[in-house]
């Protein structure tokens, strides 16, 4: 038996969509990320699959936060076509990379700066979002309140060490 991978029927797109999005819902990106390649192998450009997929990552990163994974999730960013999406995509990719470092020890500078990033590109979403859209703007505040619970701030850099250390 040749262990080949199978290509989906078009077919079958819709319906593999609704795998995916379920698997996400089950806490299994894993899989939702499998069938997402499956339908990106036929139908590269299907905007609502590149989404699944990116979200699918997203939520792998609190189990490894591998750089492979953070360039796979920015280069499938840069494949979407709305430029609202892409910048809220990547303001969501620099959130969940700062919601991981708050959970581990003496990472919260590094959070803070994540934080920031996600602020930057949610602040562009909201100047392209759709009517009726405010997602951006959620994420935002959200955003903004975890900074002010975790008492984040930002890093010292060297210089700053530096002129402390001479006062």
Not at 29 to 54: F, H, K, M, R, T
Not at 101 to 111: D, G, V
Request: glycine residues 0%; negative net charge.
């Amino acid at each position: 038996m040749e262990l080949n991978l199978h290509d989906i029927r078009i077919s079958a797109v819709a319906q593999a969509i609704e795998k995916a999005k379920q698997y996400r819902s089950l806490l299994e990106p894993d899989i939702a990320e499998s069938i997402c390649l499956d339908v990106l192998n036929i139908d590269p450009d299907n905007q609502e699959v590149l989404i699944i997929y990116i979200l699918a990552l997203l939520d792998q990163i609190s189990r490894s936060e591998k750089q492979t994974q953070i360039k796979t999730i920015e280069r499938t960013i840069e494949k979407l076509t709305s430029q609202y999406q892409r910048y809220y995509y990547a303001g969501l990719l620099n959130e969940r990379r700062a919601r991981h470092l708050i959970t581990q020890a003496m990472s919260h500078s590094f959070a803070y700066d994540y934080f920031i990033e996600a602020l930057n590109f949610y602040q562009q979403a909201v100047d392209k979002c759709p009517e009726q859209n405010d997602e951006a703007i959620l994420r935002w505040n959200s955003c903004i309140r975890t900074i002010e619970k975790e008492k984040l701030k930002p890093r010292l850099d060297s210089e700053d060490l530096m002129v402390d250390m001479e006062s």
